[in-house]
């Protein structure tokens, strides 16, 4: 099993006594507890919200969104033990609504970004349009999938603790794993597919 | 159409890592992807695309390495308010 660089042991499935003292002292005010929380848990939760929206200055936005509304919560958490879960349903909530306020304000098809952004072929234009479109592509899984597929396949977590950070059956873990996999490749082809097509009418 | 979707029995495996299977699972999905052209197709795309977000940049913005001197600043002021309240209340 592999963590990325800088992450404490994953041991978050299942929290620490360290840990849960830090969240009762937090749940009592204790600003330096809550502090340590967000060290411990805010490069790893912004990596997320980033690859679940799909934009890097948006997900650190939401990533400090979701410890305020944690700070301003944590009465309500009633099992000190599931910390990280809590926060884990907090930032994905919080991506959620995002995308369904974005999604109201405006509709952009791939045509649209791939002619504004005159696509090449080659070149470090191409490199970065790469990874714009492996970006759009994660945003546009279903909602159900993508927290799976993120923390399964970019963050590389077990099964067993997607199951506990999402609050999940562990047998679901799996299948929406396989969908949201299979639906990447729907969209990624459907999007390289537009773009050709934008492209070849472009010359025409 | 090349990107057809996966045999739907054996979609979840296919999309699991290798250890994650059980040593049977393991050799049965191996050979059925020997003899299975769409989801030898499928393995080979889930594999590429799972390469290339690796390979993603890390962000270009970061969250702060602590929290802004101002977060706890709503609450304080709330609090804050309350005791004014209820100095007042015990003053009048």
Known sequence: ?204 | MKNRPPCLEWREKLALRHEDLSSADQLALDVHVQSCGTCSAALADYDFFEARLDALPPPTIKTLPRLSPTFFEPAESDLEQHLQRTERKVIT
């Not at chain 1, 005010?29 to 997320?48: H, P, T």
């Not at chain 1, 090449?120 to 597929?149: H, W």
Request: one cysteine or more; charged letters at 30%.
């Open chain 1, 1 to 204: 099993m592999s963590y990325r660089i800088g992450d404490p042991p994953a041991n978050e499935a299942g929290s620490s006594p360290d840990e849960r003292e830090l969240v009762v002292r937090s749940q009592r005010g204790d600003q330096l507890a809550f502090e340590k929380l967000y060290e411990r848990y805010s490069n790893r939760l912004s990596r997320y919200l980033i690859r679940m929206v799909g934009d890097d200055g948006v997900g650190c936005e939401l990533t400090q969104e979701t410890f305020l509304k944690a700070w301003e919560s944590l009465l309500s958490l009633r099992d000190p033990a599931s910390f990280a879960s809590w926060l884990y349903r907090i930032a994905t909530n919080r991506a959620y609504n995002y995308q369904n306020h974005a999604r109201l304000l405006r509709t952009v098809s791939w045509e649209d970004v791939a002619d504004a952004k005159e696509l090449s072929t080659s070149g470090p234009e191409s490199q970065i349009e790469e990874t714009e479109l492996l970006k759009l592509v994660l945003a546009r899984i279903s909602p159900t999938y993508r927290p799976c597929f993120i923390l399964y396949v970019i963050e590389k977590r077990s099964q067993r603790e997607i199951a506990t950070l999402l609050d999940i059956k562990l047998s679901s873990v799996g299948k929406y794993v396989s969908r949201g996999k299979e639906e990447f490749r729907q969209i990624y082809y459907r999007m390289v597919n537009e773009m050709q097509e934008s492209e070849g009418r472009k010359k025409r």
